[in-house]
């Protein structure tokens, strides 16, 4: 079954950083590539990451490059996302999701997603 859970977010100071961890199933690794969306009520989403499941190579929205950072461990069950520098407009929740192409980030179009896990930047 394709699944996706999200764990790691919080309250952090600007400035600050923080870890979002995603679990996803092996079956979702053998179909799709994970990545990262937001989403504030009221606004667009926007896509944030995403990386390969076939030969992890990353990809980033203008807003985060050079402050995030997605990886994916070596059982190749856990998706992080690692966030340095977090100012208030990162403050959304987070959503891990399964994507057909990484290219299609920059597009929003995503297969499946999580429950989301909420970050807020604030002093």
Same mark, same amino acid.
């Not at 870890?19 to 092996?26: A, G, N, Y």
């Not at 590539?33 to 076939?54: A, N």
């Not at 461990?73 to 994507?99: F, G, I, R, W």
């Given at each position: 079954?394709?699944? @996706?859970?999200? =764990?790691?977010?919080? @309250? /952090?100071?600007?400035?600050?950083?923080?870890?979002?961890?995603?679990?996803? =199933?092996?079956?979702?690794?053998?179909?799709?590539?994970?990545?990262?969306?937001? $989403? /504030?009520?009221?606004?667009?989403?926007?896509? /944030?990451?995403? *990386?390969?499941?076939?030969?992890?190579?990353?990809?980033?929205?203008?807003?985060?490059? !050079?402050?995030?950072? *997605?990886?994916? !461990? !070596? $059982?190749?069950?856990?998706?992080?996302?690692?966030? #340095?520098? @977090?100012?208030?407009?990162?403050?959304?929740?987070?959503?891990?999701?399964?994507?057909?192409?990484? !290219?299609? @980030?920059?597009? #929003?179009?995503?297969?499946?997603?999580?429950?989301?896990?909420?970050?807020?930047?604030?002093?």
């Amino acid at each position: 079954q394709v699944q @996706l859970v999200e =764990s790691g977010g919080g @309250l /952090v100071q600007p400035g600050g950083s923080l870890r979002l961890s995603c679990e996803v =199933s092996r079956v979702t690794l053998d179909y799709y590539h994970v990545g990262w969306f937001r $989403h /504030v009520p009221g606004k667009e989403r926007e896509g /944030v990451s995403c *990386i390969s499941s076939s030969d992890r190579s990353t990809y980033y929205s203008d807003s985060v490059k !050079d402050r995030f950072t *997605i990886s994916r !461990d !070596d $059982h190749e069950t856990t998706v992080y996302l690692q966030m #340095n520098d @977090l100012k208030p407009e990162d403050t959304s929740v987070y959503y891990c999701a399964a994507l057909l192409d990484c !290219d299609q @980030l920059a597009r #929003n179009v995503y297969k499946y997603w999580g429950r989301g896990t909420r970050v807020t930047v604030s002093s």
